[in-house]
């Protein structure tokens, strides 16, 4: 059965530290995963990540796949309390449009 | 500025009505999703729909039905509503992608309380 899983499931830091979020996954013919940041209402798209080692990075946030051990993280620097957020990653299953998403990390930045 | 628009964003329903959720999307895409969306259990695709009049069961449908009569409208009916139905229900619509996937936009979500 596909499936993806994040971690940590939440987390506290203060302003300035840095985070790094994982999402692993099971999925038949992974094709590519996407990152996306969930504030009070839709989630808004962050990355879409379809090769390994290849970091894609926007501003203060990062994100690198590991098609070998099947992973893919998340990186956050010098947080901002705007960064607080409950934070998706989704992946396509094998032959759909279907999207399988993760439950969540929820951020939280203290100022 | 791409846009997807839900009909409401707050409803409060009955057990046993009938319920109505719109969503438009003005990107002309040709995907369009309803989730549901429930604490510890993330994002839960009910239906999807890759072209006018097409649908496919998501992983979680019993109870639900969808209509896609234009390429830009995509409603969930909610044949009979009851309690355990109660949550937040999000649209999405996608280009098809290349092959890889394709980003989703989302529109701002439906919170439907059923009494």
């Known amino acids: 059965e596909d499936k993806v899983v994040q971690s940590p499931l939440s987390l506290v830091v203060h302003e300035g530290d840095t985070v790094t979020l994982n999402c692993s996954y099971e999925?038949?013919?992974?094709?590519?995963l996407l990152w996306y940041k969930q504030e009070k209402k839709a989630p808004t798209f962050l990355f879409m990540l379809?090769?390994?080692?290849i970091e894609k990075k926007s501003g203060r946030l990062s994100s690198i796949l590991d098609k070998k051990e099947l992973f893919s993280i998340l990186n956050i620097t010098a947080t901002q309390t705007g960064d607080s957020a409950v934070y998706l990653c989704?992946?396509?299953?094998?032959?759909?449009?279907?999207?399988?998403f993760g439950t969540g990390t929820r951020l939280k930045v203290l100022a | 500025d791409v846009k997807v628009t839900q009909s409401s964003r707050y409803l409060v329903k009955r057990t046993g009505e009938k319920v109505f959720l719109e969503c438009v999307q003005d990107m002309d895409h040709e995907n369009m999703f309803w989730y549901r969306q429930d604490p510890g259990l993330g994002l839960r695709l009910i239906y999807f729909s890759y072209d006018v009049k097409m649908k496919e069961k998501g992983d979680i449908p019993e109870g639900y039905s969808v209509s896609r009569e234009k390429k830009e409208r995509f409603s969930l009916i909610l044949e009979s509503a009851s309690t355990n139905q109660t949550s937040m229900y999000l649209c999405?619509?996608?280009?098809?992608?290349?092959?890889?996937?394709?980003?989703?936009?989302f529109g701002p979500g439906t919170r439907l309380t059923v009494l």
């Open positions: 999405a619509s996608s280009t098809p992608g290349t092959g890889g996937g394709s980003e989703q936009f």
């Open positions: 989704a992946v396509p299953t094998s032959g759909t449009y279907k999207y399988i």
């Open positions: 379809t090769s390994s080692g």
């Open positions: 999925v038949t013919n992974f094709r590519s």
